[in-house]
């Protein structure tokens, strides 16, 4: 059975989800090839060839698939297609935008945020921000895949470096949108989504000076990502990009301390897979402290200088 991973990267590095999302492809069956596509991506390509499981990187490169826009790359998805039963991405930004387009193109239903592989055609997905859970089995010829990467592990490096393959690209498509700008907002941090530590704040900090005078002394203590409730950020309090949740970023951190965050059910579903998680919170019937691994009723203007003093 063979498998093609679209590969997540920005040409000169690929992602950590990459490395995660070819462990689910693994599950599934062992022929994977890794698609880079992109320009001048060759750097990438040499990190993807080095991972374990991996058969071929096809490196497809062209002005037209620097940015990984949707209407190129699911053209050129489209046209390596006949060759694979599955079709797999990370669900990342990129994966979202590209791989709904492809699963249309092919006429097949897509299976969406997979957390679990039961076999090469059934899957597990959380529905319900995460309340329950379902099972998928698809009967299409073509499987086409996002995979949810908290849930799975990075793949290591290989013994040997798998070939690096040129393919052919096409233009089909590139007319219906185009490039403009990348504004990016400067972040000294690990990125959320692939932080081992991340300390959290909710709408109780109050206001964003307070977020980032208690939040941010404990996070650089702990070299931490800083994340943030879809309240907090609402309120103002932290930037959309810190968001942590259902409508946010998925994340699985080693520890995962959540300050003044009552717990929703749509911020638990993006961060409750974390391995620990700690709660400061002064309601002690908080649902978050249902979910904790740890979980400490006070105030957290009180504990988290205490904790950031005692680093």
Known sequence: ???????????????????????????????????????D?????????????????????AEALEHRLAEPAAALILSLAPAYDTIIA???????????????????????????????????????????????????????????????????????????????????????????????????RPDLTSAKIIVSGGRALGSDEQFRAVLNPVADKLGAAVGASRAAVDSGYAPNDLQVGQTGKVVAPDLYIACGISGAIQHLAGMKDSKIIVAINTDEEAPIFQVADYGIVGDLFQILPELESSL
């Open 1 to 39: 059975m063979a498998i093609l991973l679209f590969a997540d990267h920005d040409n000169a590095s690929l992602s950590e989800q990459t490395a995660k999302a070819l462990t689910a492809a693994a599950q599934i069956g062992a022929e994977v090839d890794i698609l880079i596509a992109g320009k």
């Open 41 to 61: 991506a060759a750097a990438a390509a040499s990190q993807a060839s080095a991972l374990a499981g991996v058969r071929n990187v096809l490196l497809a490169e």
């Open 90 to 188: 990370p669900a990342t930004t990129t994966g979202k935008n590209v791989l709904p387009r492809v699963a249309a193109l092919l006429d097949v239903m897509q299976v969406s945020e997979v957390t679990e592989i039961v076999s090469a055609d059934t899957f597990k997905r959380p529905i319900y921000a995460g309340n329950a859970i379902e099972v998928v089995q698809s009967t299409d010829a073509t499987k086409v895949v996002t995979v949810r990467t908290a849930g799975f592990a990075a793949a290591g490096a290989g013994s040997a470096a798998a070939p690096v393959v040129a393919v052919e690209t096409t233009e089909a498509g590139t007319v219906l949108s185009s490039f403009v700008e990348n504004i990016l907002s400067a972040n000294d």
